[in-house]
């Protein structure tokens, strides 16, 4: 079929929203191609179009042997979890520009909302309320986004945003999971589970995702998954499910470590002043000194200091 050029302003787009990076390896810098999906080389809709580098495209065209064959279906997840990436990443970037250091540029933002409403790109303008915190606004623009793309991601992404996952049909949830891990697909399943609050499988996915990028060179996208991961404060949750963990099993030390942790300095008070006895009967002197400062006891806080001093603590 003979090839057609593809129209100047769709290929302008198209490499916009992926922000001129493959959507599979996301290495930055590498050359690229737009992609046709469907292998119609005249079917220019953007739907069909995807960014790819030269590695990531031979692998569309590969079956068998030791390569990963990339069908369709895939090049669309990869393609849809990019440009959502790009899309939040920009309208966070432009939201916290405009944030005072003066007083932000409404004019800017009404435009940017405007020209968001005018295209119908429901997705983008939900989370541009939700980071400027318009509550009613978001939602609305949340039902007409699920109604425009109606997958179990998008689902998902948007209810977690609202709090409200529990909406979503749990047997969807594991088609998903079992979909994103028969694909190898880390780092979307990551999400996933931190979407589904599953904290634990949610770590796993991302070290693997991170481990996987960083063997094969993908220096980048191991880079925005490591700063995604942080950005989750991941380790709050675990610091809780420790804390509950030590407290069953009544091991004083570790609760009042995962206590202090978590920076829960009330409970940590509350927690030492209640098993004072216990406290001063072990002669833990850490304890101890967590206990008479939490007490305000100064003479024997003193006390304690002199001993940990001696013993080089």
């Excluded at 977690?160 to 088609?175: S, T």
Aim: aromatic share 8%.
């Amino acid at each position: 079929m003979k090839r057609n050029d593809i129209p100047s302003d769709i290929a302008a787009k198209v490499l916009f929203q992926s922000d001129r990076t493959c959507c599979v390896c996301r290495i930055k810098g590498k050359p690229v191609q737009i992609h046709h999906i469907d292998g119609d080389r005249s079917n220019h809709e953007i739907s069909n179009l995807a960014i790819l580098c030269f590695d990531c495209h031979t692998n569309t065209q590969i079956s068998g042997g030791f390569h990963r064959k990339l069908d369709a279906e895939q090049v669309i997840l990869y393609r849809n979890d990019w440009v959502s990436l790009v899309a939040r990443e920009r309208a966070t970037a432009f939201l916290e520009s405009e944030k005072p250091s003066s007083s932000p540029n409404l004019e800017l933002i009404t435009t940017t909302l405007e020209v968001l409403k005018e295209n119908k790109e429901y997705a983008l303008l939900a989370m541009h309320y939700d980071i400027l915190g318009n509550v009613e606004l978001r939602d609305k623009c949340i039902e007409m986004a699920l109604k425009q793309e109606k997958s179990t991601e998008a689902e998902t992404f948007f209810r977690a945003m609202q709090g409200k996952i529990g909406l979503v049909d749990q047997r969807k949830i594991r088609k998903e999971i079992n979909r994103l891990t028969k694909n190898e697909d880390w780092s979307q399943l990551a999400r996933l589970y931190i979407r589904i609050k599953d904290w634990d499988n949610a770590i796993q996915c991302y070290c693997r995702s991170i481990c996987e990028d960083l063997e094969s060179g993908n220096t980048f996208a191991a880079a925005f998954y490591l700063k995604e991961l942080a950005s989750e404060k991941i380790h709050d949750p675990l610091f809780g499910k420790a804390y509950r963990e030590f407290s069953e099993q009544g091991d004083l030390w570790w609760q009042v470590r995962s206590l202090q942790e978590l920076g829960w300095h009330s409970e940590l008070e509350e927690l030492l002043i209640s098993k004072r006895t216990e406290i001063e009967k072990s002669d833990d002197l850490h304890l101890l000194e967590l206990l008479y400062r939490a007490t305000g006891e100064k003479e024997k806080l003193l006390e304690i200091t002199k001993k940990l001093a001696s013993l080089g603590w």
